[in-house]
């Protein structure tokens, strides 16, 4: 099979696999125990504490490790609003659900949050987010101004990535805070947490090659995080419960298969963009590509192919061995369209033909001129049905 859906969750690297077994067959001790064993499993703590920040430009004691991005991005939100006297939020248009809805809750509580536009290429407006600050800065405003703006480094979906260093400037001239979901660039792109200026940010290692279910919280120092569970010491607090030693083991594995290679991925993905390019452009089918061509993941191509429903193409290729996504999501049975391609101001029903193709640094180039034919044959005969029918 053909698997091109990176984006969703990535194949384990062997070094993380390798750094798992290990764990899990030699390390059982708890993290908090004092004696040997506890102190061993701390040890494998420590060190991924560790990993994170320095693949990330940050502090040890900068990084809370949590159960993944939708937990980071949760705690950071909901703490922003129990810790401010006054919150304000405004959150991009493309934010993944686990900002979006949280967003959406707070604002039925009556905090005050906008969603910033995005354009039909999903870009974001920079005098859009200025002219809020300065508006509600006017002295007769009604508007709240904000104290913490959400955006994400890189977007799921359509690929965009975002000028975090010019967002923080920005965010920083008028005193608020940022906060970046960095997911979908660790291991994609640089990521620099410090240079950067970013406040908060949340991570997550599946979809670079780490285990599923562990991730981080960084945040800059001086920066409260207060838990979102109680009953445990663990990460100073800031993330009770017993720590999952043989994920962190495994993230540790991951990030080492980074810092080693990590340039040479992104050269990589670059190269087999093109050659999927270049094979997509061979079919004698009619598409579009969706987003911000020129500020964009080497790994992730959102294609619309005319006339044809996103989903049917997705099954078709799932039924020739090819696994893509739609980025949409399956609500009770109904096939919602993106809400990141309904935000650029597409409709409905165009929205649906988006189809996400994302690999990483190990998809064969074969894989992806096979599967670019693959793509031919069957837009061709789904055309032909539309057309029919
Ligand atoms: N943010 C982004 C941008 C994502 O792509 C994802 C995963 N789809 C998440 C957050 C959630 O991460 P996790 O799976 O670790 O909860």
Redesign the pocket.
């Known amino acids: 099979r053909i698997y091109l859906d990176w ?3 990535a194949p384990m690297l062997p070094e993380a696999r390798d750094a798992m077994i290990e764990a899990l067959s030699g390390v059982h001790g708890n993290a908090s125990s004092v004696h040997h064993e506890g102190q061993v499993a701390r040890t494998v703590i420590e060190r991924a504490r560790r990993a994170v920040a320095t693949a990330v430009g940050a502090k040890a004691q900068s990084v809370v490790l949590t ?7 949760n705690q950071v939100l909901r703490h922003h609003i129990v810790e401010h006297a006054r919150p304000s939020l405004v959150s991009s248009a493309v ?2 659900p ?2 979006m809805e949280v967003v959406r809750e707070l604002g039925q509580k009556e905090v005050p949050c906008v969603v910033w536009p995005v354009d039909s290429r999903g870009r974001l407006d920079l005098a859009w987010l200025r002219a809020r600050f300065v508006e509600a800065a006017a002295e007769d405003s009604q508007l709240a101004s904000p104290t913490m703006v959400s955006v ?1 480094w ?3 979906e359509v690929g965009n990535v975002y000028p975090i260093d010019e967002i923080a400037a920005l965010v920083h001239e008028f005193g608020a805070l940022l906060h970046v ?1 960095a ?2 660039a660790l291991g994609r792109v640089p990521v620099d947490f410090e240079a950067a200026g970013v406040d908060l940010m ?1 991570l ?4 670079m090659g780490g285990p ?2 562990i ?1 981080a919280i960084v945040a800059r120092e001086g920066l409260k995080i207060e838990a979102t569970l109680a009953g445990g010491h663990q990460e100073r607090g800031r993330r009770p419960g017993t720590e999952n030693v043989p994920a962190a083991a495994g993230l540790s594995g991951a990030l080492k298969a980074l810092a080693e290679q990590g340039e040479a991925w992104g050269e990589a993905l670059r190269k087999k963009r093109a050659v999927f390019l270049e094979a997509l452009a061979e079919q004698s089918i009619e598409y579009e590509l969706r987003g911000d061509l020129e500020n964009h993941l080497p790994n992730t191509l959102n294609v619309a192919f005319k006339g044809i429903d996103g989903e049917d193409l997705l099954l078709a290729l799932d039924l020739e061995g090819v696994s893509a996504s739609s980025g949409s999501a399956c609500t009770a049975g109904s096939l919602e369209p993106s809400h990141v391609v309904l935000a650029m101001g597409f409709e409905e029903r165009d929205a649906r033909r988006s189809v996400r193709f994302s690999f990483g640094p190990s998809t064969p180039e074969e894989d992806l001129v096979e599967a670019a034919k693959r793509v031919g044959v069957l837009v061709t005969r789904l055309s032909g049905y539309a057309a029919q029918g």
């Open positions: 984006n969703a969750t159960g993944g991005a939708t937990e980071s991005n934010e993944h686990s900002v994400m890189a977007n799921n979901d997911t979908q949340a997550s290692f599946h979809k599923k279910g991730g």
